[in-house]
């Protein structure tokens, strides 16, 4: 059986896909045999990025599909470890349906009161709909400045959520990262490509020992 990690959220561009790739291509360096579900069929963020990097032959190469619902994503993971799926934003049945299929449920918010207060919502509606609190994650993204990861850590704690270890900062070296087919732990600066990887690893970590 494929361990199934989901990325969720109800406000867009907070940086699921960006994660998503970024798990996907350092599970698959890891030697584990990973595939990717894009169930953001209006946009196919993460089939568009695989296409340019097949196209310029970047390594490693993981498997991406696109499907339409996650049980049809569930069907196609058998003969793999690791099952991404990558939702699409501000639908509430389809997170729903993927939050169920998942072990592990992964939200990033960005630090600022507009983006923790949706993101806290939403976790607050899928454990009303019966997910454990312990398959539900949030990760930090767009982070600004120290302080300002201390403090949306503790907002998002206090409401009675874990919170991988690590977080990212916002770059344009990520943006530009991800536009030339790579991931955001494959950028031009090693500073950068680390502290992606503090919170990929913190991931992995989290749905390899349950
Ligand atoms: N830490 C960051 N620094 C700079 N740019 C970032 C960062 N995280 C994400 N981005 C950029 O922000 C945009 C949105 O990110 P992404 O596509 O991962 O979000 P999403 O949650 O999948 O969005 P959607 O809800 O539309 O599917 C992308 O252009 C991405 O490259
Ligand atoms: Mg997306």
Do not use: C
Not at 29 to 46: E, F, S
Not at 61 to 68: D, L, M, P, R
Not at 71 to 88: C, N, R
Not at 102 to 109: G, H, K, M, T
């Amino acid at each position: 059986m494929a361990a199934i990690v989901a990325f969720v959220s109800q406000k867009g561009g907070v940086g699921k896909s960006t994660l998503a790739r970024a798990l996907a291509r350092e599970a698959a360096y890891g030697g584990l045999r990973v595939k990717v579900a894009d169930l953001d069929t209006q946009q196919g963020t993460i089939v568009d990025w695989h296409r340019l990097r097949l196209s310029l032959g970047i390594e490693p190469i993981v498997s991406v599909e696109a499907f339409g619902t996650a049980a049809q994503a569930l069907e196609a993971a058998t003969g793999y470890d690791l099952l991404i799926i990558d939702g699409p934003a501000r639908t509430s049945q389809a997170t729903l349906d993927i939050a169920r299929a998942a072990d592990l449920i992964v939200q990033p918010s960005g630090a600022s009161r507009d983006d923790l207060i949706p993101a806290v919502r939403e976790f607050h509606a899928l454990t009303k709909a019966g997910i454990p609190k312990g398959r539900l994650a949030f990760a930090l993204n767009r982070i600004g400045t120290p302080a300002e990861e201390v403090a949306s850590r503790a907002f998002l704690e206090e409401a009675g959520y874990s919170v991988l270890a690590g977080f990212l900062r916002d770059r344009p070296a990520y943006r530009q990262a991800q536009n030339t087919g790579h991931s955001i732990t494959e950028t031009r600066y090693a500073g950068l490509n680390d502290q992606a990887d503090t919170l990929i690893q913190s991931l992995i970590d989290r749905v390899t020992n349950g």
